[in-house]
Antibody, heavy 121, light 106 residues
């Protein structure tokens, strides 16, 4: 089955680090762009960034550049989203997403189930 | 950055209505426009790509149109399952979502 399975919910304190994962299965992981989308409570969707696992080409939204790091491990078909220092404003649901066309940055046809992050002192 | 502006933010409609959601891009995005549906507590679902191409399994009452910077999502004969929030997205230059349109029961 073609799917993205994300790691579980997290509760963190401000200043802590976090690395969440997104495990892909059922398709050729290196060949599809895979990215992350944030949804703050009661708000809309925001594209954060994306990586092409085939060559690790990574692009970030200006709104998130420098605040998060996206990476991928082709050997285990897994993408990651990492914060070195969380803020309360990072409280949100995060979705990993896959571009629908191989080797091309396209619309997102595959979504993970979401990982809820709560940052509170 | 390309900005996407959706209207209206909220739309009240009844089962059987025809509804239209508009999305405007801050610059031309050619054909790189998608629409998503999101229900409460669920991940979004891709409905339409490249302005008007329906994803597999999407009912034909959904349709997309437009060009350049102005686009529309139309739902003909609204069904109970269609009450949700809809987002447009450009993928011409990076990716940007519109702010969403909630379709609620009138």
């Amino acid at each position: 089955e073609v799917q993205l399975v994300q790691s579980g919910a997290e509760v963190k304190k401000p200043g802590e680090s976090l690395k969440m994962s997104c495990k892909a299965s059922g398709y050729m992981f290196p060949n599809y762009w895979i990215g992350w989308v944030r949804q703050m409570p009661g708000k809309g969707l925001e594209w954060m960034g994306i990586i092409y696992p085939g060559d690790s080409d990574t692009r970030y939204s200006p709104s998130f550049q420098g605040h998060v790091t996206i990476s991928a491990d082709r050997s285990i078909s897994t993408a990651y989203l990492h914060w070195s220092s969380l803020q309360a404003s990072d409280t949100a649901m995060f979705y990993c997403v896959r571009s629908r066309v191989p080797n091309f940055p396209d619309a997102f046809d595959l979504w993970g189930q979401g990982t809820l992050v709560t940052v509170s002192s | 950055d390309i900005q996407m502006t959706q209207s209206p933010s909220t739309l009240s409609a009844s089962v059987g209505d025809r509804v239209t959601i508009t999305c405007r891009a801050s610059q031309t995005i050619r054909t790189w426009l998608a629409w998503y549906q999101q229900k409460p507590g669920k991940a979004p679902k891709l409905l339409i790509n490249k302005i008007s191409t329906l994803e597999g399994g999407v009912p034909s009452r959904f349709s997309g149109s437009g060009s350049g910077t102005e686009f529309t999502l139309t739902i003909n004969s609204l069904q109970p399952d269609d009450f949700a929030t809809y987002y447009c997205q450009q993928y011409s230059s990076m990716w940007t979502f519109g702010q969403g349109t909630k379709v609620e029961i009138k």
